[in-house]
């Protein structure tokens, strides 16, 4: 058995699934299978997806979507189960999910040090000719946004999923209030200003889908799944905090909407 034989099997076994245009409800909705009822290593790559409004667990509507826009162009409202900010997505926007047990990576599994990590490891080698950061919770490429990050940690398990701009729809930004918590790095400037499009930096989404999993083949033992995996991990029974809101009326100078929860599944958050 050679040295690299050896290596390959000290390493973690990370399942990795390729999804083309797959909603990003439904992905989110395996994602919490994976965490909440699988004990492996996953990676989940999504390109593109139905335009939609994700959330974070604990974001209010009124105070990050703006509501007139809603009214002429009305869009689905997704609330994941895991923290984080909330993006617009579309067909042009690229999914990168890892979901990993506490042990398999020799990092402490808080959301800094995972993104510290995943930074480190997979992003910052793809960019070696652009100056590539990490600001605060997001990846930046000369001061301008193309990824933002968000995670779930239960015990012995932690989820980081991503969201990049391989391109983006200026008109799609106008959904989104200026937080009035904000990055630093922003420095005020408006979506359009803060934010970079990766498709000037690579020449096809596949090319840099294929770099990343190359990153994580250094990590880890990378072993292809098909997506009918997920859906029979995602018929196990598990905590299901992922849901539809879908908005009934619109209160008009209020600054408040009046909503109707649909639960795509389990119970609420």
Not at 150 to 162: N, P
Request: net charge neutral.
């Amino acid at each position: 058995m050679n040295l690299e034989m050896v290596v390959s099997r000290l390493k973690p076994i990370l399942h990795v699934v390729r999804l083309t245009s797959t909603p990003i409800l439904q992905q989110l909705q395996w994602e919490e299978a994976l965490l909440r009822a699988d004990g492996r290593n996953w990676c989940i790559l999504n390109q593109g997806s139905l335009p939609a409004i994700v959330m974070g667990i604990s974001g209010q509507i009124d105070k990050l979507i703006q509501q007139n826009k809603l009214e002429e162009a009305p869009l689905s409202i997704i609330r994941r189960f895991s923290g984080g900010g909330t993006v617009v997505v579309d067909e042009n926007t690229l999914f990168v999910t890892l979901i990993c047990q506490s042990e398999a990576l020799s990092i402490p599994p808080f959301p800094r040090p995972i993104m510290e990590w995943t930074a480190r490891e997979i992003y910052s080698p793809l960019f070696k000719d652009h100056p590539f950061q990490l600001q605060e919770n997001d990846y930046v490429i000369s001061g301008k946004k193309w990824g933002g990050n968000a995670q779930s940690i239960i015990k012995g398990r932690w989820l980081h999923h991503s969201s990049l701009l391989w391109d983006y729809r200026s008109e799609n930004m106008d959904y989104l209030l200026i937080p009035t918590k904000m990055p630093a790095y922003r420095q005020g400037r408006s979506h359009t200003d803060f934010l970079c499009r990766l498709s000037d930096y690579w020449a096809h989404p596949n090319d840099l889908l294929d770099q990343i999993i190359q990153q994580l083949s250094c990590h880890f033992e990378v072993r292809e799944k098909q997506k009918e995996e997920l859906e029979c991990i995602s018929a196990l029974p598990h905590r299901k905090a992922t849901h539809l809101v879908e908005i009934k009326t619109l209160l008009k100078g209020t600054g408040h909407c009046a909503i109707n929860t649909v639960y795509t599944s389990g119970s609420a958050p």
